[in-house]
């Protein structure tokens, strides 16, 4: 199994990588003999993977990353780097390799504070791989410092330094770090693709593999959680059940209500399993005396790492409301297709009763401006507008139509 396997869809994207990996793995062989470097290399210092969310950015940047620290002995025989088995593979695949550093986004921005220690690291030569690679997650989150901080790395990288930028789009990044990035654009995997990589990889049986991949439009981590926890399924069931709940000012207010909540619990849910480890980790680092007394001066680290934790908690709860945006946005173009006819197939065929209820009782025209409710929403939300009203003037445009 190679590092491309897990590209559902991205068939011409895996093409042109493991030629880029290729051409990488000979610049830096020739550079270990002490030879001349190829004349011609489709290898650059820069790249931008852009897709719509499920498409699998990070997860294809970071196949690419595992390519470029491949060190399979097969290499020398003709081999293609990115074997998936050797230990610059598998290291750069669970993210544990010296030289394969991931920045994400803890709150709503990749703040100029967490891009520092990478920006310097950026510099320098690898440690014991084959290249030094920066993989940035959120690039469209980056603020003007960090973006610009970025940017000076970019014009002007160390000799075997790779910047993996990931973006939903061109227009999410600065132009200025774009024009320096070689772009490639990933497509959303099939339906029928998704649902094979699902029975395939993870034994889900046939028909709940195809029912996640329909409900999640190709998404292939959205569909893997569908399908193998039992906890999204019933979320995503509670947000499908919105629209039927409405009817009324009280309904609409207890609706945006619950669905908040239901993000705040999500975001507290993954602090009660990252927080606490990460704060211990930092107490025995710093130090700490039996009974939890802190060293002196070690108050304002601890103070970093709470506001930091903070953050993730915003982002988290803000990442899920979006995400039953997204199922709210996909069962009204259920309604929609209805309404107008359409021989698309449904995505939300576990909800059919209530699409064909809503479907006879309004109008395709009342249906968008319900879609464009929606679209206003996460616009709100990422203007920074609280959660809870951004979501009860949501369903108050709902229940109009």
């Not at 259920?334 to 449904?346: C, F, M, W």
Request: glycine share 6%; net charge negative; proline share 4%.
């Amino acid at each position: 199994m190679t590092v491309w396997d897990d590209l559902v869809g991205q068939e011409k994207v895996s093409e042109q990588l493991d030629a880029a990996a290729r051409d990488a793995d000979a610049l830096v062989t020739a550079a270990t003999a002490g030879a001349p470097p190829p004349e011609a290399s489709k290898m650059t210092h820069a790249w931008l993977f852009t897709g719509p969310p499920g498409a699998g950015r990070t997860r294809t940047a970071r196949a690419f990353a595992a390519a470029l620290q491949c060190v399979s002995p097969d290499r020398a025989l003709g081999g293609a780097p990115g074997c998936g088995f050797c230990d610059g593979c598998h290291t750069a695949l669970v993210g544990t390799h010296a030289d394969v550093t991931t920045v994400a986004a803890v709150g709503t921005q990749i703040l100029a504070d967490d891009m520092r220690d990478t920006v310097r690291k950026s510099f320098t030569s690898p440690a014991n791989g084959r290249w030094q690679v920066i993989l940035v997650e959120d690039a469209e989150r980056l603020n003007e410092k960090s973006a610009n901080a970025v940017l000076k790395a970019v014009e002007e990288p160390a000799p075997r330094t790779v910047w993996l930028l990931c973006a939903p789009s061109l227009e999410d990044v600065l132009p200025t770090i774009r024009s320096r990035c070689r772009h490639l654009n990933l497509r959303t995997p099939s339906v029928e693709a998704v649902a094979d990589m699902l029975v395939r990889r993870d034994g889900i049986e046939p028909e709940v593999a195809a029912a996640a991949a329909r409900a999640t439009q190709g998404d292939v981590d959205r569909a893997r959680r569908l399908a193998t926890d039992e906890r999204a399924r019933a979320h995503r069931a509670a947000v499908l059940k919105l629209p039927l709940r409405i009817d009324d000012i009280g309904g609409c207010l207890r609706a945006a209500q619950e669905l908040v909540d239901a993000a705040t619990e999500d975001s507290k849910q993954l602090a009660e399993e990252v927080d606490a480890k990460e704060t211990e980790e930092l107490k025995a680092a710093l130090g700490a005396v039996q009974g939890g007394r802190m060293p002196r001066g070690t108050a304002g680290v601890m103070k970093e790492l709470e506001d930091k934790q903070k953050r993730r908690r915003t982002r988290t709860q803000r990442d899920s409301l979006d995400q039953a945006l997204t199922d709210l946005t996909g069962f009204y173009r259920d309604v929609l297709a209805l309404q107008l006819g359409s021989r698309i197939a449904l995505a939300n065929t576990d909800a059919e009763d209530a699409l064909e209820r809503l479907a006879g009782a309004g109008t395709p025209e009342s249906t968008l401006r319900r879609i464009e409710a929606i679209a206003a929403c996460r616009d709100a939300l990422d203007r920074n507008v609280a959660p809870l009203l951004a979501v009860e003037a949501m369903t108050m445009a709902l229940r109009a139509g």
